[in-house]
């Protein structure tokens, strides 16, 4: 009996010893990320020449809400919209997006070329929302390269193929190319400025109000525009300081699916959505389409309420755009809100919106101390 008892205390100490390395990580102090059910991923760019810091600012925001639950990154187009927000709320949006090209309201003949008059003042906008710890996304309508005109000239020449934009040597990819190359200069001042960006080529293109829209390209044929745009910016222009987001709109008839026209896991970082309706994010059709045909991280690119909301905008309670989101795309890691009478600054309760505990704020950016194993 003796025997018997020594023998299973030997065991039972053996036992101990040689899991003692994973009972005291099972209850060490530092290992709550380690075991957290939402456990850190590590995302690869699609860019695989991206900077480090590219790597920790897209696994950071990613990781924000996996890890810390009920967080997302709040995003303002317009600097002046975000000054505004911070004046009534002492808080800045997290993140700016801003344009380097832009039509006139109205359209006037040479926008194609007066569309670039914005960039220089953009570019400092950047700089400064950047240094003061801000994340940056470029909005990036592209003007019409068959007529030379802006991105809602839905026309070209009678004696042009759609498919020309493809073809080098013809005028439409002539002339794309020479706005690219513009373009291009613009984001090297930003690479060569350290600055990380989200960029959105061809956006909204599930509408027919641009000319690279559905009405022009099937999902075939967008997806190889998208993918040409990826491949010169990354190839031939060497630029690696950005997070490629496709950011298709919401239809309201919820007639196709969104993902028919995705570039592909290849080519995109993040995958967004532009959505316009009263009630806020009232067709979720294309939120659950994305989210059964992608595991990319999802934000809300572009939000804004449709005509026909209440009398006025500034009778919009802002509250509800984040009431929206955490019901209907709680998923979700950042949103954008559109400028002007969309802005949370010009309508009620903006600072309520920003006290929200899921809110985060520019001063609770910090992707420069986060921990990210693929990000070297």
């Not at 028919?260 to 970082?269: A, L, M």
Request: glycine share 6%.
């Amino acid at each position: 009996m003796k025997t018997k008892k020594l023998t299973l205390t030997r065991l039972f100490l053996f036992t101990i010893v040689c899991h003692a390395p994973l009972l005291f990580n099972f209850i060490g102090p530092d290992n709550d990320i380690k075991n957290d059910k939402k456990k850190k991923e590590c995302l690869e760019p699609a860019d695989k020449m991206a900077k480090p810091e590219v790597k920790k600012v897209y696994n950071w925001a990613y990781n924000i809400n996996r890890n810390q639950s009920d967080r997302i990154i709040s995003g303002q187009y317009s600097y002046a919209s975000c000054e505004a927000i911070a004046t009534q709320t002492g808080k800045w949006p997290a993140l700016l997006e801003v344009n380097f090209w832009q039509r006139s309201w109205p359209a006037r003949t040479d926008d194609w070329t007066t569309g670039w008059e914005r960039a220089a003042a953009a570019k400092q906008h950047c700089l400064d929302y950047w240094e003061k710890g801000g994340l940056i996304s470029i909005h990036m309508p592209v003007p019409n390269p068959f007529n030379r005109t802006n991105q809602h000239d839905t026309s070209k020449p009678e004696n042009e193929n759609w498919d020309d934009i493809f073809v080098p040597g013809t005028n439409a990819y002539n002339n794309l190319i020479e706005w690219v190359d513009i373009l291009a200069s613009h984001l090297q001042w930003l690479q060569d400025k350290g600055i990380v960006a989200f960029i959105r080529p061809f956006h909204e293109n599930t509408g027919r109000w641009f000319w690279y829209g559905i009405q022009s390209y099937n999902g075939e044929k967008f997806a190889k525009l998208y993918q040409w745009f990826f491949n010169y910016l990354t190839q031939e222009k060497q630029l690696h300081n950005l997070l490629y987001v496709y950011s298709p709109n919401v239809v309201p008839d919820g007639g196709i699916n969104v993902m028919d026209w995705y570039p592909g896991d290849k080519y995109v970082d993040i995958i967004g959505i532009d959505s316009y309706s009263n009630p806020i994010l009232r067709d979720v059709k294309a939120i659950n389409d994305i989210k059964k045909a992608s595991v990319k991280p999802f934000g809300i690119s572009e939000l804004g309420w449709r005509d026909g909301g209440p009398p006025e905008y500034n009778e919009i309670d802002s509250r509800e755009y984040l009431n929206a989101i955490k019901e209907k795309a709680p998923h979700a890691f950042y949103f954008t809100i559109w400028s002007g009478r969309f802005a949370p600054g010009s309508q009620k309760y903006t600072k309520e919106l920003y006290d929200d505990p899921w809110i985060v704020a520019r001063d609770e950016v910090n992707w420069r101390e986060y921990n990210c194993g693929c990000c070297e």
